[in-house]
């Protein structure tokens, strides 16, 4: 079902938003014991409008059937109602054989003959489909497997990525931004990529931002949680909340001076070999920086002051 949704998005017949009716399905579920051939009794759930639904639904019926016929019931073949509130299914009509849907041919419905030179020209005039643009991530970007394909399962992602990459020039840390902090936040807030509120200039912005020092990648979550919330200029977000990256040396020393005098056992620690007292010391300037010190100088200042 994802693939036909990543298909029709591509080709752009419809935006699929399942929530506004765009795209909708029919669940048909029956269950048989292990070994049997023959399939048991179906149920029909219509009109389910998102794969969360349809992924609690099937497991809810399939489990109600095999309840039925463990206490020596009997499966009706029924359409049902799914309630997304309780979870459960509920009896709409019985459907027992196919002339209980009233079926008759409609005579003004004519036959629709396409010539081969029609379909050809459709062939050949398709956008590049979900398949394509994941095997041109491998080659162009680089990206895994796992990457190029939760990137192309949507349309939006796929552009999203592709756009902010040209603005930024790093489709690497795009890459990254999408895969780990924007789809934990989509998985959270269950909302799809197409009702993602920024554009793609939002996000390139944003991965600017941190490739030249203005802000940390810890101050980059933050941004986006914002963008999430309420999306405008990453620049306006970070003047306004005053996380503006701290890049001044004696500003930067000062910090660092001040970590190492209240954590004397950490830099006992450090020269005894333990390497992991630095990554401690430089959480500390952080955490005393509300994120904004940039980590790249606290940690060459640490190793200064530590192999003195």
Known sequence: M???????????????????????????VSVRKKGETKFGTRTEMK??????????AIEYEADRQIDILEEGGKVEQETLRWDDVSGK??????KEDAQDYRYFPDPDLVAIKLSEEYIENIKNNLPELPESR????LEEYKLSEKDANIITSSKYLSDLFEEASKICNNP??????IISDISRIL????????????????????????DNGTISSSIGKKVLVELFENPRDPEEIIKEKGWIQI???GAIKEVVLKILEANPQS???????KDKALGFLVGQAMKETKGKANPQMLNKMFLEELNK
């Open 2 to 28: 994802k693939k036909l949704k990543s298909i029709l998005e591509y080709i752009e017949v419809s935006d699929c938003k399942m929530q506004e009716g765009s795209l909708r399905a029919d669940v048909n």
């Open 47 to 56: 009109n389910m409008n998102s794969f969360r639904s349809i992924t609690r």
């Open 89 to 94: 299914t509920f009896s709409m009509r019985d």
């Open 134 to 137: 994941k095997q041109r991530y």
């Open 172 to 177: 690497k840390a795009v890459n990254n931004w």
């Open 187 to 210: 998985n959270e807030t269950e909302i799809e990529p197409i009702e993602i509120p920024f554009d793609s200039k939002q996000l390139g912005k944003l991965v600017t931002l941190i």
């Open 247 to 249: 890049s001044d040396e």
């Open 267 to 273: 830099i006992i620690d450090y020269k005894g070999g």
